[in-house]
């Protein structure tokens, strides 16, 4: 099972790096890390002028690296 479910994995990631495709995962991921970069100080910024909240339902249901904030 766990071989089989291995190659499907790795298909997946195959596929979705051809076609240059983000998952649920990657988006996070990727706001993640953009966030904690010193040259995304213009984002911290342009967030602070213009967004008072933000709410993220589910998130911390389905990843744990939203968990992690």
């Known amino acids: ?16 790096a051809r076609r240059g495709l983000l998952d649920y995962d990657d988006l996070i991921d990727k706001t993640r890390n953009l966030l904690s970069e010193d040259a995304a100080a213009w984002v911290h910024y342009k967030l602070d002028l213009g967004i008072d909240h933000v709410l993220i339902d589910e998130a911390q ?3 744990p690296e939203a968990v992690r904030r």
């Open 1 to 16: 099972m766990l071989t089989i479910a291995d190659a499907v994995i790795a298909r997946y990631q195959k596929e979705k």
């Open 61 to 63: 249901d389905t990843s």
